[in-house]
């Protein structure tokens, strides 16, 4: 039986697709990356905690989403369409040329339009029904391993989840700390000069020798923050960004976003969201905001406000 879902795939997808100069084994690709997450996605829908991790990774962006409906279907068009292979098509030069292009086809004004027409299409889609009558191959879920993978960054994105004005803490988890290695399968040589912000985005699943760089530089006592923006000003793949995660929790560390404090026992959110920063200005606006944060957050933020900004 056909769903919205279905429809969306095999007509308003491509459809948009077709208006510009994009290749058809392209399309293909992206389509199928697409549809690939969205059922994955789905897939969870019935398991509030799983469902609720999972749109917590787009929460700061879909925050800001238009038009306005249920934040958890703006979160879903994040998760699901939005944080997929359709980013190499907006992003940048190099991010299109892993698909074989010169150039990215699609300008970045039209990604707005991109995501308005995905939220009207599923406004009203009940995904509680489409995934009890789910049938599909679950060995496709690009989301299933995330919880048993990156144990310490899913039960504090758990707390997060919760979308509390008020602060989470939790019972801590005891897990050894990663080594440095473990994230790229390689040792680090010498630290180069490091910018103090890391800026980067795309759905590549490589940490690159920078974002190495400032993760080795980690510690409890020295260096306890690891601070970006917002999730995607980090990266748009998310099992990089649980994979980060766990890395700076395991070490008893803090991962800081200008919206939100994750450590290991203890999580908050800003009460009202900054708009994620999309250039470097915006990233130097949103550490001058201080309002809404719980004392513990604010502490350790107007210290890297400070830092950044001086």
């Known amino acids: ?46 398991d509030m905690e799983f469902r ?68 009207n299409h599923f406004k009203g889609t009940d ?13 496709k879920d690009v989301f299933r391993d995330l919880k048993d993978k990156y144990p310490v960054a899913w039960n504090a994105l758990a707390e997060l989840s919760k979308w509390s004005n008020k602060a989470q803490v939790f019972e801590k988890l005891e897990y050894e700390p990663l080594k440095i290695a473990e994230l790229q399968g390689t040792s680090i040589k010498e630290p180069r000069k490091m910018s103090k912000v890391i800026v980067q985005s795309g759905m590549d699943e490589k940490i690159d020798i920078d974002l190495l760089n400032v993760l080795s530089s980690l510690s409890v006592d020295v260096q306890p923050v690891f601070y970006t923006d917002c999730f995607k000003m980090l990266t748009r793949n998310i099992d990089k960004l649980f994979k980060v995660i766990e890395y700076v929790l395991r070490k008893d560390c803090l991962f800081m976003t200008s919206n939100f404090y994750i450590s290991n026992g203890y999580v908050a959110k800003r009460k009202s969201l900054l708009r994620p920063a999309h250039f470097t200005y915006e990233v130097d606006e949103n550490l001058k905001q201080f309002e809404g944060l719980h004392q513990t957050h604010l502490k350790a933020f107007k210290a890297v406000s400070q830092s950044i900004l001086a």
């Open 1 to 46: 039986m056909s769903n919205s879902i279905d429809t969306y795939i095999q007509e308003v997808l491509p459809a948009f697709f077709n208006t510009y100069d994009i290749p058809f084994e392209v399309i293909e690709l992206v389509t199928h990356d697409i549809e690939t997450r969205i059922y994955s996605c789905v897939s969870h829908w019935n």
């Open 127 to 139: 995904f509680e029904e489409i995934c009890d009558n789910l049938v599909w191959d679950e060995s």
């Open 52 to 119: 609720r991790v999972l749109l917590t990774t787009g929460f700061e962006e879909a925050s800001f989403y238009e038009p306005k409906v249920n934040i958890e279907l703006s979160c879903f068009v994040v998760v699901a369409i939005r944080n997929s292979l359709f980013e190499n098509l907006v992003s940048n030069r190099k991010a299109a040329m892993t698909l074989g292009l010169n150039k990215s086809p699609i300008p970045g004004d039209d990604v707005k339009v991109f995501t308005q027409q995905v939220i």
